[in-house]
């Protein structure tokens, strides 16, 4: 089933999310849900908040860049609880957008390297390492998680900027082709 996307201004998408149990209802359908939702909007990752949840689950489907990047063939998982433990590398600039922002695109400075605690759809703990372009799309996601949006990353300049695009997103005007639930 394909959720509305929880767009800039909606309270859900500044909380900090909270882990969850092993016995939470119907996450399976929850994780399909987000897979279905993310994949209507062509997005490459999203997460509970952006599906009005405060819940720490995220999707993230790389497979859709395999093309250019063969090394994400076949990758489609869910985390689970996902915590970034630390930032490590050379920081990289690279233009991100994000579902709940439709329409801003931005460069943002994000650590090539980043250590992360999850659970897998199976609820196994993974401790890991993780570098390239998959890092930089988890630590986008898990700022979700944190209350946080690819916007705040951003210099004064640029915030102010897209102030206009952000105001119209408060009054309920965003053009899209998929389908979201605003303020108003």
């Known amino acids: 089933m394909i959720l509305p996307i929880y767009v ?3 309270p859900v998408l500044r909380k900090v999310a909270e882990d969850i149990t092993p016995d939470y209802p119907e996450l399976k359908e929850l994780i399909a849900n987000m ?3 993310m994949d209507h909007a062509d997005g490459v990752g999203l997460a509970a908040p952006q599906v009005g949840l405060p819940i720490r689950v995220v999707v993230i489907n790389l497979d859709v860049i395999s093309d250019d990047c063969p090394e994400y ?5 869910a985390y689970i609880n996902a915590h970034v433990l630390e930032r490590e590398g050379d920081e990289e600039n690279m233009e991100e957008g994000c579902l709940s922002l439709p329409g801003i695109h ?3 400075k994000r650590s090539n390297r980043i250590h992360v605690r999850y659970l897998d759809e199976d609820m196994q703990e993974h401790d890991e ?7 930089r799309v988890m630590q986008h996601e ?3 998680l944190e209350g946080n949006l690819f916007i705040d990353h951003l ?4 915030k102010r900027m897209i102030q206009a695009k ?4 408060l009054k309920g005007k965003v053009r899209c082709g998929y389908k979201v639930r605003t303020v108003k």
Not at 73 to 77: L, Q, T
Not at 166 to 169: I, K, T
């Open 155 to 158: 210099s004064p300049l640029r």
């Open 8 to 10: 800039y201004g909606q």
């Open 73 to 77: 063939k076949g990758f489609r998982k």
């Open 35 to 37: 897979f279905e939702t």
């Open 106 to 108: 931005e460069n943002v």
């Open 129 to 135: 390492w993780v570098e390239g372009f998959l890092a």
């Open 142 to 144: 898990f700022d979700h």
């Open 166 to 169: 952000l105001n119209a997103m």
